[in-house]
């Protein structure tokens, strides 16, 4: 299997944009998939099937893609954007599933 | 509304036993994938096991293959997670979710709210 790599936190400005990375080797054959996740709570996909945002998920967020990396950019990033990100994909052999370990979002 | 409640969690001693369940209901349960997910105390997910609509196709995590059990009943929209030789580190909340596909991908859609286990003497 193999790893999918995040960092551990990062901040923005009130209405700045933020990119969230994610590397790993199976992104270069399966493509990444965000979870948004606010304390006590389960968490909710933001970007699936390549780059497509989940149904209710706001405009300012958007998902790109190059070579071993995904990322998660938020566009003018609110208060309510501050939680846990989790970068997911299936792993090279397609029969496993990879979570990053999370970037937390602080929104300053 | 598509819902998923897991039960099943609780208190157990280090190389017990628990059997997890989730209810599935609001869609067409026969017809998806599922999985487990689960989340130590302040840590990140992790994936658990997954198995396919008919129960034919069945994976696990390597680091817990052989302790755990994924298993169905698709005439009762219910996924099992038989989990033995329970040890501290899977100390976690259980998450049952459900695998949708797109045209490029594969997602964790939805999530049921978790069930805790906690291995402990």
């Known amino acids: 299997s193999s790893e999918l790599t995040q960092d551990p936190a990062v901040s923005v400005a009130l209405g700045q944009t933020v990119k969230i990375t994610c590397q790993g080797d199976?992104?270069?054959?399966?493509?990444g998939t965000w979870y948004q996740q606010k304390p006590g709570q389960a968490p909710i996909v933001v970007i699936s099937?390549?780059?497509s945002r989940a149904s209710g998920i706001p405009g300012r967020f958007s998902g790109s893609s190059s070579g071993n990396t995904v990322s998660l950019t938020i566009t003018g990033a609110q208060a309510e954007d501050e939680a846990d990100y989790y970068c997911?994909?299936?792993?090279?052999?397609?029969?496993?599933?990879?979570f990053g370990g999370g970037t937390k979002l602080t929104v300053l | 509304e598509v819902q998923l409640v897991e039960s099943g969690g609780g208190l157990v001693k280090p190389g017990g036993s628990l059997r997890l369940s989730c209810a599935a209901s609001?869609?067409?349960?026969?017809?998806?994938?599922m999985s487990w997910v689960r989340q130590a105390p302040g840590k990140g997910l992790e994936w658990v096991a997954y198995?396919?609509?008919?129960?034919?196709?069945?994976y696990y995590a390597d680091a817990l293959k052989g302790r755990f059990t994924i298993s169905r009943d698709n005439a009762n929209n219910s996924l099992y997670l038989q989990m033995n030789s329970l040890r501290a580190e899977d100390t976690a909340l259980y998450y049952c979710?459900?695998?949708?596909?797109?045209?490029?991908?594969?997602?964790?859609?939805?999530w049921g709210q978790g069930t805790l286990v906690t291995v402990s003497s």
């Open positions: 979710v459900r695998l949708e596909s797109g045209s490029y991908s594969d997602w964790f859609d939805p």
């Open positions: 609001g869609f067409s349960f026969s017809r998806h994938h």
């Open positions: 198995i396919s609509n008919s129960g034919t196709f069945i």
């Open positions: 199976s992104l270069r054959s399966y493509f």
């Open positions: 099937d390549q780059h």
């Open positions: 997911a994909s299936r792993d090279s052999s397609g029969n496993l599933w990879l």
